[in-house]
């Protein structure tokens, strides 16, 4: 009976969200997103503590890395960020085709990302930045590579949802799969524009 | 303006943002004046990435504040970490 109560209750939770579009997505997707979002302000609280009390190798660390693929890094991810709201916009509008489409672009995005950070990382070797250089770099290192995966896995996850768009799995009114995917992407989009300029451009 | 119109404006808002926190990477000095221009950049580049590409905007209130609140927080950090770097240690040494 209390099961079949609170059966009743997280359906009609569900369809009211969806009537008013009080929840993007479902309930799963956001409380991944927020352990996420804890779990990177877990890494910028160790960032803060680390820089108070080595302000001296925090001031000169940024200096020495690539700015340029930083930044590039930071167009990429916010474009990427765009490409999948204009891929829910059409979806909303009925375009399956164009949705798909958009959503090409974010992985195409997250691809050219990874590849940027791949020779920003060989590009460090190669001017004696590793991970035991100092605690910068470790913190640096630590905090990148974490980013670096989940954009892997999160373009991973993309992919999914086209192969989904192209089974006909969504329409303009049902389509809690791509939101999903969409939502946690723009948390990516945010732990990053987070990082850029507490690593690259603070000093 | 439509939903398409406004989403393309703020792309181009949030790259632009983007460059002019390059260029300030590249200043030799940085003060509390760009310090926190860079902090606000930041907060700005947030709560647009949080009320319209997650479009938290009119949606649930408490989901859309635990996200905002991250970009009142960690732009304070910066400020804070600039300011007052030794109390910040101080308090985070254990005896």
Known sequence: MATLASTQTLTFTRESARKTGNIPGNLAIWAAILAE???FAVMFVVYFLAKVHNPE???TGPLKLNTLAGTINTLVMLTSSFFVIRAVIAMRAGNQVASARWLWGAVISGGIYLLVKYFEYRWNTAHAITVETDLFYAVYYYITFNHFLHVGWGSAAIIWVIYRINAGAYSSTEHEGLINIAVYWHMIDLAWITIFPLLYVIR | ???IQLVNRLWLILIALT???AFMAEQ???GLGSISIMALVLAIKGRIIVDYFMELKHANR????LMQIYFYVIPAMI????LYPEQIARWATLK
Not at chain 2, 62 to 65: D, E, N, Q, S, V
């Open chain 2, 19 to 21: 460059l002019f926190s």
């Open chain 2, 62 to 65: 408490l989901l859309r504040t």
């Open chain 1, 57 to 59: 190798i925090f001031a």
């Open chain 2, 79 to 82: 400020i804070a970490a600039y």
């Open chain 1, 37 to 39: 979002m804890s779990e």
């Open chain 2, 28 to 30: 030799s000095e940085q």
């Open chain 2, 1 to 3: 303006m439509n939903q």
